[in-house]
């Protein structure tokens, strides 16, 4: 809590409607963000019990300098990952870090489970258990206009929710946070669901002033003009991260039709470029970012015989057109959003839906699966019946797709095809096949995440391949993140806060840190994930990676799987060595 020396800490018992709020000064050696919730974690966490047991903790934490300075707009939140049976870790945007923080909370802790249908009204006085059975079955966007009737009043509000999946425990459900942000990965609105939690509605209307605004406002003003005045993050504002997608073709490094290609023919027709002149209706940005990196598309869908359209906007980016994009061979930019829009109004990650979807596709193919099974016929580009089968995910609509529903890794060890289903430790990839960076930074970070240590972002940056080099590269820059989502950073902004930005931002609100502290900070967080993964049975030396990354060639050309694995054990022996210290 700024000024305060303590993080202030929300306890809410779902299961007997009971709420505690403690004030932990040992807390502050992690300093925000993904340093208590991961720490809080750590305490609260069942091992004995599965991820979708009412008994596991849901935890939210806001960072260090949230709301304050540009860019640092995202709430964390930590949890144990139906998808993978160990650590979760998803970061949303919007307005929550920001509500959080002026209802008076760094981190909230969510146990139990709700008799009924329930959703949660927070405010800085209070913490109201609401009756949600109303709309159960709601989308996401329908509950969210619910909530907003429903809960009047003054000062910022944000609404997170979940939709049809997630009250169904689809493994990779997502928290959908003010429309167009998501806790998306990993599984939290399973999660969710599992405590008969909808949605959760949070006031804020503190006013807590800057105590030597002098420092603080030159600081702000610094970092503003490199937001808005470089090209730092001038992409992110234009096309967005979109425009990623026709260089990643050109070079090779884009998933296509389950990795079966690494060029897709029809690439030009879902480039940034292609959506920005044909769908792009406005963009949006997270409170308290100048950026505005949130581009919103139309598509036109006929409702009615008799040329009776509607124009439906859908929010898109990089890994959205990969996943239900290039992944599923899908030629257009209008066919793109058709498919994100149930997806995002059933409440899934996009991601792991269009990866499972595309090994769903060549099983299909390669008759591992009927159409007894599938219902509808599976091919590349046929975005109808891929509509059908995202609905069907949502509804476990039957043993088939109750099995997609738990991820590729479950579906495959069922049915077979484990050589191309595309996961690294049960997460779903994502839309890099770059290289042994991508392979590496996957399999060894702390949620299985290309955003842990972007080893993507090595593959494509070092000249010349070096063993060491790659995997101290990754070891460092996952410590290194682990220290900047304790602030929470948008990572878009990472080069923007370099240590010197941090720093100074930190020393103006009253944080008296060195760069020797960031670094013991991101160290400290980083151990304590590793202690959880340990404690929850992860054990990285029995990772499998498919085979099919080592048959379709890279950004980097054709990739070794013993040099895959050989990497692996190296980054092995250095987490022995650095927990050892």
């Known amino acids: 809590m700024i000024y305060e020396g303590y993080i202030k800490v929300l306890y809410i018992d779902m299961t007997t409607g009971k709420i505690k709020i403690e004030n932990r000064k040992d807390l502050c050696e992690y300093l925000g963000g993904v340093g208590v919730a991961t720490k809080l974690l750590e305490e609260t966490i069942r091992p004995d019990l599965d991820p979708l047991d009412e008994n596991q903790p849901i935890v939210f934490a806001i960072g260090a300098a949230s709301s304050i300075f540009p860019v640092i707009t995202k709430t964390v939140a930590m949890f144990r990952s139906p998808l993978t049976g160990e650590l979760g870790e998803s970061y949303a945007g919007g307005r929550m870090a920001l509500t959080m ?48 009737d429903r809960e009047p009043g003054g000062g910022k509000r944000s609404i997170i929710r979940i939709g049809p999946a997630g009250e169904n425990m689809v493994h990779y459900a997502s928290v959908c946070v003010d429309t167009y942000r998501h806790f998306g990965r990993l599984g939290l609105g399973a999660v969710f669901g599992s405590k008969n939690l909808k949605a959760i509605s949070i006031v804020g209307d503190r006013n807590l002033p800057i105590k030597n605004f002098k420092e603080y406002f030159k600081v702000y003003q610094d970092i503003y003009k490199k937001v808005t005045d470089t090209e730092i993050m001038a992409k992110y504002h234009d096309a967005g991260t979109p425009i990623n997608i026709e260089p990643l073709n050109a070079a090779g490094g884009l998933p296509t039709k389950n ?20 769908n792009l209706v406005r963009k949006m940005a997270c409170t308290g ?15 009615d015989k008799g040329h009776e359209y509607e124009a439906v906007s859908v929010g898109y980016d990089y ?49 591992l699966i009927t159409e007894e099974q599938t219902l509808v016929p599976l091919s590349f580009g046929n975005t109808a019946n891929y509509i059908k089968a995202i609905e069907y995910i949502a509804a476990k609509k039957n043993e088939f797709y109750t099995a997609l529903s738990e991820g590729v890794e479950k579906a495959s060890d069922i049915y077979g095809g484990k050589d191309f289903a595309m996961a690294f430790s049960k997460n ?47 070891f460092a820059e996952e410590k290194e993140r682990c ?3 304790s602030l929470v950073i948008c990572l878009f902004a990472r080069k923007v806060y370099d240590r010197t930005t941090i720093l100074a931002a930190l020393n103006s609100i009253g944080n008296n840190l060195t760069d020797e502290d960031l670094t013991a900070i991101g160290e ?16 990285q030396m029995s990772v499998r990676l498919p085979k099919r990354l080592f048959e379709t060639p890279s950004y980097n050309g054709q990739l070794n799987e013993d040099t895959a694995y050989e990497l692996i054990a190296m980054y092995n022996q250095k987490i022995e060595e650095f927990m050892a210290k």
């Open 101 to 148: 923080f002026l209802a008076g909370y760094d981190a909230m802790v969510i146990q139990g489970k709700a008799k009924k249908p329930s959703y949660l009204a927070i405010t800085r006085n209070n913490v109201g258990f609401k009756d949600a059975r109303a709309f159960w079955g709601m989308s996401s966007d329908e509950v969210g206009r619910v909530i907003r």
């Open 259 to 278: 990795l079966k290609q690494n060029v897709f023919e029809h690439g030009d027709k879902i480039s940034g470029e292609t959506f920005a002149n044909q």
């Open 289 to 303: 970012c100048p950026v505005g990196c949130i581009h919103i598309g139309q598509f036109r869908r006929e409702f």
């Open 319 to 367: 890994e959205l057109i990969f996943a239900l994009g290039s992944f599923l061979g899908i030629k257009t930019s209008d066919e793109v959003l058709q498919l994100i829009e149930p997806v995002e109004h059933l409440g899934m990650d996009a991601m792991s839906t269009g990866v499972v979807l595309g090994w769903a596709t060549e099983a299909f193919a390669k008759k």
């Open 428 to 474: 779903e990839m994502a839309g890099y096949h770059t290289g042994y960076g991508m392979i590496l930074g996957s399999t060894v970070g702390a949620r299985h995440s290309h955003l842990c240590n972007g080893g993507y972002s090595v593959d494509q940056s070092m000249k010349e391949f070096n063993k060491e080099k790659l995997v101290d590269a990754i």
């Open 483 to 485: 220290m900047l989502n």
């Open 524 to 539: 400290r967080i980083y151990k304590a994930k590793l202690r959880i993964k340990k404690a929850l049975g992860y054990d």
